[in-house]
């Protein structure tokens, strides 16, 4: 952001700003929104969006931002009750359900990610959140996995954090049954991945 909002009124105006630029891009896409437009469904000068973001690109950033911290929310709130495999993993399918039916119900978080992942300067941020949901996911899940595979296990585990959003696009890219089926068999893959990495009993 251009500046930081500090008083009451200035937050309000920044999420007002937030709001119309998301209300947009679920509309037209990305490419097709204007800063002019953004402005006018804001119900203010163009000046004040201006005074807060220099580009579209930061907007958007500030949306993905936003996106992140609602997933944080929701696996941290499923790892903090965890006390065993079983209940790791719905902590797992639980984001994974919640990013599949928020975008079904919001489109332009789907266009927001696909920005962001296409552009140079920010998916750097995408790839260090994501990352960093795995360290959480793995932190969590270490005292039920095999030590001497700890470090394989970490590898894998962001991966399929970093391919959950491919299955999401692949679901909403196909029919309702089929899709069913996608985000079904992506979780049969997460439990067939904690389940060959579980530690053992002697």
Request: hydrophobic share 45%; with cysteine.
């Amino acid at each position: 952001m251009r500046r930081s909002p500090k008083q009451d009124r200035s937050r309000e105006r920044v999420e007002e700003i937030l709001v119309a630029a998301k209300q947009l891009i679920g509309e037209k896409g990305i490419d097709a929104v204007k800063m002019r437009e953004i402005a006018a469904l804001a119900g203010g000068p163009i000046s004040s969006l201006y005074q807060y973001f220099p580009n579209k690109s930061s907007i958007v950033s500030m949306l993905h931002n936003q996106w992140i911290a609602d997933l944080d929310s929701v696996l941290e709130s499923g790892l903090d009750e965890a006390s065993n495999l079983e209940e790791i993993f719905n902590a797992a399918v639980a984001m994974l359900d919640y990013y599949y039916q928020r975008i079904i119900a919001d489109p332009a978080i789907l266009d927001m990610v696909n920005a962001v992942q296409a552009d140079k300067g920010s998916k750097c941020a995408d790839i260090a959140a994501t990352r960093r949901h795995a360290d959480l996911f793995c932190e969590s899940a270490r005292p039920f996995i095999a030590e001497e595979r700890f470090e394989a296990f970490q590898r894998v585990t962001f991966l399929m954090f970093q391919l959950a959003s491919g299955a999401v696009r692949l679901a909403l890219s196909v029919g309702p049954e089929e899709s069913a089926a996608v985000i079904a068999d992506y979780k049969i893959m997460i439990r067939t991945q904690l389940a060959a990495f579980a530690r053992t009993e002697n």
